[in-house]
């Protein structure tokens, strides 16, 4: 998986604001997290989480960890060449390439990872946590663990038909 860095042309999508409160002895403090895909829906995508006080500060943060953490994965025909598991924690995802038509089937976090990425048809099941944080980790897991029916030959040096 090589890093892409032509980062002009990446979508951000938020896939979840959260608001964290510390409590001092001179009062609350509020901040605030925010968790971000970034893709151009043909192969790239990237995940980043950022804190700050305010909330465009966080999603910028986010943005900027997301545009440094950019993979590329293999998308053919708008689905997925293989079955493969996403681990992340406690949270696993099992994706299953779906025949064309079939859409994204696919919880929120997942979905988005999954659009960015470019994918159009594919079946996902969400196992252990519902964390959004820990999924969108565990789906980008998966998707980086594909392989291409080219390079499992290179691999094993035999042609497979």
Known sequence: MAQKT???KLEE???KI???TNVTKGGKS???SALVVVGDKNGTVGY???KAREVPNA???AVKDA???TVTVHVIDGTIPHEVWGRYKTARVFMKPAAHGTGIKAGMPARTVLESAGVTDILTKCYGTRN???VVKATAEGLKALRTKQEIEQLRGVKIE
């Open 6 to 8: 032509d980062t002009e």
């Open 13 to 15: 999508t938020v896939v």
């Open 18 to 20: 959260n608001r964290c």
């Open 30 to 32: 509020m901040s605030f």
């Open 48 to 50: 980043g989480y950022g």
């Open 59 to 61: 999603v910028g943060k």
């Open 67 to 69: 545009n440094r953490n």
């Open 132 to 134: 959004p944080l820990n």
